[in-house]
């Protein structure tokens, strides 16, 4: 055998061992391949900035406070973590829907759980049944609304990214098109500046804005739920570590009635507006 050949020969068995290896490590157990957890015995939460009621207080996750804030903790103590043994980090809404893994263990932040999203994120079971609704200023053009037909005309917005504003384009569809913010907050400055007639968020970020943050702020309505009903559930990568046993915790919380005795602290408990239809 030449030289040459023998080099070659050694070349060839080489790459046939790379390919072997990779081969190998690719069909490893799921486990392996994973989103491992971001910090050792700390579970790391995520949120938006800012985050507003009723889901947390005063913009700050790490009191406890507001309806998504109080289920963080509980799932983390379902989990075995103390408040002590809990990291918030932030992560705003639009960028939360991504492939990879992410900077947190889980995130919160009123994500509706829909087949889209879930092709490249987990989601963990629902924590909370949500329907969406449409907000305005007292005597705005659609103040007296009574079905969605009235508001087709209407100048609408929602957050970008959210159900809201599917729920403007596939359930409303106006004849103008929808304004799109990066935040509530700035959406609800708009609506005061009357740069837009109405607002779509969710039933409780509803009651909440026209009682704390709007003067004259009023529920229009809210719309039909949608077939199978819509849910918030915690976002997790794709293949995250956690994934299983947080959907295991948020099931217990949910039988158990812990969800619903968050639910009755910290949103408008029995309330209730009109279904537009």
Known sequence: ????????????????????????????????AACPQIKESVLTIATDEPVYGPWFDNNEPSNGKGYEAAVAYAVAKDLGYSKDKVEWVRVPFNNVVAP?????????????????????????????????????IAGS?????????????????????????ATITDVIKPTQD?????????????????????????????FYITAVDLENGKIVGQFPAKKGGEQFGLVLSKGSWLTTDISKSVDKLRADGTLAKIED?????????????
């Open 1 to 32: 055998m030449s030289i040459n050949a023998s080099i070659n020969n050694k070349i060839t068995a080489a790459a046939v061992a790379v390919l072997v290896a990779i081969t190998v490590t690719s069909c490893g157990s799921s486990k392996a």
């Open 100 to 136: 990879g893994c992410r900077n947190f263990d889980f995130d919160i932040n009123e994500f509706s759980i829909t087949p889209e999203r879930a092709k490249v994120i987990d989601f963990s079971t629902g924590y909370y049944d949500v329907t969406q609704a449409v907000i305005t």
């Open 141 to 165: 053009k659609i103040a007296n609304a009574k079905s969605i037909a009235d508001l087709q005309g209407a100048k609408l917005g929602a957050q970008v990214g959210t159900t809201s504003y």
């Open 178 to 206: 929808v304004a799109v913010f990066d935040t509530n907050d700035v959406a609800k400055q708009a609506l005061k500046n009357g740069q837009i007639d109405g607002l779509v968020v969710d039933l409780p970020t509803a």
């Open 265 to 277: 602290q910290w949103l408008a408990a029995g309330a209730s507006a009109p279904v537009l239809k």
